[in-house]
């Protein structure tokens, strides 16, 4: 990676907030007072709310960042410093339609337990076989891997989640990794107040467990908390467990040549075309 990227290894104590350390800054709201009132403590009491979502948990890949951009750019850089002609567009669709298989083959025990990391290192493997490129060392791979760490946000992301920031406790909840979904805060100035993920269940979304085991984290019941995704089959997972829905569709995650249905979707609790339209919402 290069020096001015920053890295996990490099992050100063309590600089950022992550799961391990679900001390959740909840006292840095409202001059000390809690945004997560602790509901399992005997006797905790809480005035009603016009909205009882206190938390906001966010998928990732897609919905906050472009990862389909991200990773065309790196592999052009890649090209012109080695000298190599790959197609980096197909090549980064290929590396995202690898994820959903790579999930299922650890679902059915056909692979072991791993992190995204990993399961995204494997997929790398066989295409550098598949689109014949040669040449590149171990650290050069390593460092494409980690692309992944290095994700450009969309351009109302980071405007968005500050404003939502001002009244909502927010956090990731998605498949990537502590450490990736970390060094991707630090990278791309997200600022979350924790970092959840998917690997803390020992399980990936959709699957129940990882919205179960993020409510536990925040001390709330599943109803104070509203999933934030692009993609409507993680809202659904989330509903089935009690969370509320906020549908964010990103138009060009795939690319300029599919299509996908903006449409409001009464189905969800909120529709919004952006991060900052959903601050106006809320």
């Not at 598949?130 to 290095?150: K, Q, T, Y």
Request: aromatic share 8%; hydrophobic share 40%; proline share 6%.
């Amino acid at each position: 990676m290069s020096s001015n990227t920053a890295d996990l290894s490099t992050l100063q104590r309590g600089e950022f907030l992550s799961a391990g350390a679900v001390a959740l800054a909840a006292t840095a709201f409202g001059g000390g007072s809690s945004l997560l009132p602790d509901e399992k403590a005997p006797g905790a009491v809480r005035p009603r709310q016009e909205s009882d979502v206190v938390a906001l948990t966010f998928d990732v890949f897609g919905t906050v960042v472009d990862w389909r951009t991200s990773i065309i750019r790196e592999g052009r850089m890649l090209s012109q410093a080695k000298g190599l002609e790959v197609d980096w567009e197909r090549f980064a669709d290929g590396w995202r339609s690898g994820y959903g298989p790579a999930m299922n083959q650890v679902r059915t025990g056909e692979l072991p337990w791993m992190k995204i990391d990993d399961l995204h290192r494997r997929i790398l493997d066989d295409l550098l076989v598949e689109f014949d490129i040669s040449g590149l060392s171990e650290a050069e791979i390593d460092n494409l891997n980690r692309v992944w760490h290095r994700l450009i946000p969309w351009p109302d992301t980071v405007l968005g989640l500050g404003r939502l920031k001002s009244k909502f406790v927010l956090s990731t909840l998605s498949n990537g990794n502590v450490s990736l979904l970390t060094n991707m805060a630090k990278n791309a100035g997200l600022p979350w107040d924790c970092v959840l993920s998917a690997e803390l269940s020992g399980h990936y979304k959709p699957d129940a467990e990882v919205y179960e085991k993020a409510a536990d984290l925040l001390s709330l019941p599943p109803h104070r908390i509203m999933m934030v995704a692009a993609h409507k089959g993680d809202l659904r997972a989330a509903q089935r467990v009690g969370f509320k829905a906020a549908w964010v569709p990103r138009p060009l995650e795939y690319g300029p040549s599919r299509t996908i249905d903006t449409t409001p979707d009464p189905e969800f609790d909120y529709s919004a075309t952006d991060f900052i339209d959903l601050a106006a919402q809320l």
